[in-house]
């Protein structure tokens, strides 16, 4: 008996082995074998497949995949003054693959509680849960895939306006989870230049920031009056 296979993991999952084995949306891939590595809190798999090239031979391969779910994140923005809302938080995969501290700024957001939750509901509850805003309008900017050579996790990318009248908690994340989050405000002029000088790193940032500037509520804004291009 294999916890995650035939009997409830920690998380009340079963049938975890049976990912891809039904998938027919590529004809040149046939997946042969799901075997699971670990299903503690994410789940680890070895999937073996047949693969065909173009030009019609076929091979045999296998992949190890990481699903911790998929997410979502948002760009809170206030247009009027210029600035958006980030946060700060301790991120160790980060700090043990050469982050100075481990600390990185990034837009809020996180991993859907279930398959079945809406990405947009997922955003609210995590913009409220670290910045204490509760938002009206959001605007779905899109969806994509962050890591698709090893991870399966699909992040939804929103915006959403913040102001005064949105803080309605005092945000900071949970305590049960082992959040510490301090919340930043900046001038989005000031966050794209922590892109360029490597204080802003983390990819799901930089796509929203710079979809901002380019189609978004920042769109034209350009450099600084009076500074030459």
Known sequence: MTAGVDTP?????????RAGRELTGNPR????DVRLLSSHWYVERTTTFDFQRADGTWSTQERETHDR???ATVLLYDAARETVLLTRQFRFP?????HP?????????GVLDDEDEHPEVA????VVEETGHTVGDVQHVFDMYMSPGSVTERVSFYAAAYG????????????????????LELPVRRALEMIRSGEITDAKTVLLLQWAVLEGPFAGLGPKRGTAR
């Open 101 to 109: 501290d481990g600390m990185l700024v990034e837009t809020p957001g």
């Open 123 to 126: 955003v609210r509850r995590e």
């Open 69 to 71: 779910g998929n997410g």
């Open 9 to 17: 993991d920690r998380r009340g999952r079963t049938g975890l082995d």
């Open 164 to 183: 005064p009248s949105t803080r309605t908690h005092a945000g900071g994340g949970l305590d049960e989870e082992g959040e510490d989050i301090e919340i």
């Open 94 to 98: 980060a700090y043990v693959n050469g």
């Open 29 to 32: 891939v046939e997946v042969r």
